[in-house]
């Protein structure tokens, strides 16, 4: 029977969490009160599905190690960056508001209970965290003006490391002082957790580095290296276990690996799977007498938490900053306590219940009291609240940009420069990472399955456009987006004809109708920035619709080639205060080429001519690695001429130095020989493209072979008398 209702309970709790979790989603509404309200209900004082009891031993079991897992795939998603570009604002709530938090919370706790100071010390620790899991939902339903925005969000994400590591130290304190040597114990436990650790988080870093792992192994190579990171450390030592799993994380987090995308993705399920299970099994291992047992005390500690510690850490952290009182004011009832948390506080009751901790018990429930009392009474009055104190926002304006190649970065920069931001998405990690040295935010992600709820930075959007080169991806993206934003605007590119009558009913405005877009996302951009005018060419254009192509006579984003000029409009009613004009043609159309790659030739050997081929492209590539393109160039020679016929040559390979694809051309002035044996060379076609984009480099090798294939064309290019002439013949 108690194998039976262990069974019972361990899946009951496994389905009701998920299926909370899912509900949740649906409703829009923070998954802690369903979680907490269906624990409840399940267990033993209600239905009695789930039997916390019937654990045993395992109970401990499986909160230690799901903690473990919750907080290491906390460090995983540490946002280095994101504290490098907070706002003063946020950096006052992340150092004065944390210690306001933590020792205010600590002495009210000495004051109504008299606890001793170190149990006080930790209790207050557990409250400092306000999570993301819990602020995202609440910010998409209120929308309050972008500053608080920011700030809560900002809060909510970088808080985490810091309030867990306090509360880790805190509790490694009090479970030190149940040994006669305290302060010995502590350091001990400290440095051991810390050096395993840091040293497993390092090991796991060479090991994905190097890629001895195979693809479709990583998450799970990284799961069992964070369990056994645990249990290294508590076996050495007890309770070391979870200060060690979470360093480990923040060193993978730290390290910002591509591969992290990855398995941050794997660890948000198998966190969210546990969350839910942990919750349901905590929530009905809750004993609600101890609510009671503490009466009217419990209450007071919940609200002056709320009513005063919370807006004195607001006030003290925004003293002289650009907040006014009513801005203040939101910020300091909004602070949605999560899943951190009460995780931590179950575990930590549990595990000094076991020691004989006075008090333990408390530690669960005034965590508790303090989550239900701020994720209830704040998130269901957040909307109301912001009306009363007017932060709301009237509009969304953010923008995510589906796709992030060189046309959708000029318009993410764009838009940022004029104060709206942007938020690139693509599967291709170069463009991505292109952007993100940009100083752009973008996220590697799929658009047709990432959600806003996944990511908070996406809880403003409120316009979309849909670029890729894929036109079947912008309707599927535009329509998916539709569905999850409704009042978003939506703007798509659906190729070089104009929309079919069926896609005419779409949802939003298609842009650029007939441009090949495939022509110029690779190509260089110039760009420009048009204010209060247009030119009479542009107006001219677009007011008389040339070209199957109307728009309003103010735009925002601006294509300009060789004869037309292709417009995204914002609504018939908006004008746009500044226009982007993207000017294309710097390279040779088809060609990714330019004047000053062109070269004319006396070297009398292939390397040689190689080496000064790639010097035409060092000045706009200073970090190309040329011996190692050069070696490659030389080592496919040896295996195959490059020689295609006609005294032509096409040597070309790929480098991950490259963005785009680029072609050098070099014309010989004196005979050049493969071998004494073989075909004279004239004329040098250079191919360097980047390792992602095989399709590209082999269309441009297809080009180049159309082009020479013709004797007009190759006559032409070995008569050229200069480089201007060579670039003259490819521009024709």
């Not at 909004?334 to 018990?361: D, E, W, Y």
């Not at 001429?641 to 130095?657: M, N």
């Amino acid at each position: 029977m108690d194998s039976h209702q262990l069974l019972i309970t361990f899946v009951s709790a496994s389905v009701l969490g998920v299926t909370l979790f899912f509900l949740s989603n649906r409703l829009k509404i923070s998954a802690i009160v369903l979680l907490l309200i269906g624990g409840i209900l399940a267990g033993p004082e209600f239905l009695g599905l789930v039997q916390p009891q019937a654990l045993g031993q395992g109970l401990n079991a499986i909160i230690s190690l799901a903690v473990g897992l919750i907080l290491f795939e906390g460090g995983l998603t540490l946002d280095v960056k994101g504290y490098k570009h907070v706002s003063k604002e946020i950096w006052g709530v992340l150092t004065k508001g944390v210690l306001v938090t933590w020792l205010g919370s600590a002495v009210m706790l000495k004051l109504i209970f008299d606890f001793n100071w170190t149990f006080c010390l930790l209790t207050g620790s557990l409250i400092i965290i306000t999570g993301p899991t819990v602020i995202g939902p609440l910010l998409q339903r209120v929308g309050v003006k972008r500053n608080l925005h920011q700030i809560l969000y900002w809060e909510g994400v970088l808080i985490d490391p810091i309030g867990v590591f306090i509360a880790l130290l805190c509790y490694e304190w009090i479970v030190s002082q149940a040994n006669p040597e305290a302060v010995a114990n502590f350091f001990l436990r400290f440095f051991v957790g810390s050096l395993i650790g840091l040293v497993m988080g390092l090991l796991l870093f060479q090991i994905l580095k190097r890629r001895w792992i195979q693809d479709q192994n990583i998450n799970i190579f990284v799961l069992a290296g964070a369990m056994l990171t645990f249990i290294m450390a508590d076996s050495v030592i007890s309770e070391a276990g979870l200060l060690s799993v979470t360093i480990a994380g923040f060193v993978l987090g730290y390290k910002q690996l591509p591969v992290l995308v990855k398995i941050i993705n794997y660890k948000v399920e198998l966190k969210n799977f546990l969350i839910g299970l942990l919750f349901v099994l905590l929530a009905a291992n809750l004993k609600l007498e101890r609510f009671l047992d503490y009466g009217w005390l419990l209450l007071a500690g919940i609200f002056v938490v709320m009513l005063v510690i919370r807006p004195l850490n607001i006030f003290i952290s925004t003293f002289k900053s650009s907040l006014i009182l009513k801005e203040k004011l939101f910020l300091s009832w909004i602070a949605p306590r999560g899943i951190v948390s009460a995780s931590m506080a179950s575990l930590f009751s549990f595990q000094l219940l076991q020691f004989g901790v006075a008090g333990a018990g408390f530690l669960e429930t005034f965590t508790y009291g303090v989550i239900a009392g701020t994720v209830i009474l704040q998130g269901f009055s957040a909307s109301w609240v912001a009306g009363l104190l007017n932060v709301k926002e009237k509009e969304k304006q953010d923008w995510l940009i589906i796709g992030a190649h060189n046309i959708a970065r000029r318009v993410a920069a764009f838009l940022e420069s004029h104060g709206v931001t942007a938020m690139l998405v693509d599967t291709n990690p170069r463009e991505i990472k292109i952007a993100k040295n940009l100083q752009l935010r973008a996220l590697l992600e799929d658009a047709l399955q990432v959600r806003d709820d996944q990511y908070p930075e996406l809880l403003r959007i409120g316009n979309i456009l849909a670029i890729t080169e894929n036109r079947d991806l912008n309707l599927l993206a535009s329509q998916r987006w539709n569905r999850i934003l409704p009042k978003a605007r939506i703007y798509f590119w659906l190729g070089e004809d104009l929309p079919s009558q069926s896609e005419r009913g779409l949802p939003g405005f298609s842009v650029w109708p007939g441009l090949a877009l495939k022509d110029f996302v690779h190509q260089e951009i110039q760009t420009e920035v048009i204010h209060d005018h247009l030119t009479k060419e542009l107006k001219h254009t677009m007011e008389s619709g040339e070209n199957g192509l109307f728009c309003p006579t103010h735009f925002p984003l601006v294509i300009k080639t060789a004869r037309n000029f292709w417009a995204i409009p914002p609504k018939p009613e908006e004008k746009a205060a500044a226009i982007l004009l993207l000017r294309t043609g710097q390279f040779t159309k088809g060609f990714p080429a330019r004047e000053e790659w062109m070269m004319l030739s006396r070297e009398t050997d292939l390397e040689s001519l190689f080496v000064k081929m790639l010097e035409r492209i060092t000045d706009d590539y200073p970090n190309l690695d040329k011996k190692t393109i050069l070696a490659d160039l030389l080592s496919r020679e040896e295996e195959f001429s490059s020689i295609i016929g006609h005294g032509i040559a096409l040597p070309h390979c790929y480098s991950e130095d490259v963005n785009e694809s680029l072609l050098i051309l070099a014309k010989q002035e004196v005979p050049l020989y493969r071998s004494l044996t073989e075909t004279e060379i004239k004329l040098v076609f250079m191919i360097i493209s980047p390792v992602d984009r095989p399709d590209t480099h082999l269309e441009l090798i297809s080009q180049i072979a159309k082009l020479v294939i013709h004797e007009q064309n190759r006559n032409e290019l070995i008569a050229a008398k200069s480089p201007f002439e060579l670039f003259q013949i490819l521009q024709k």
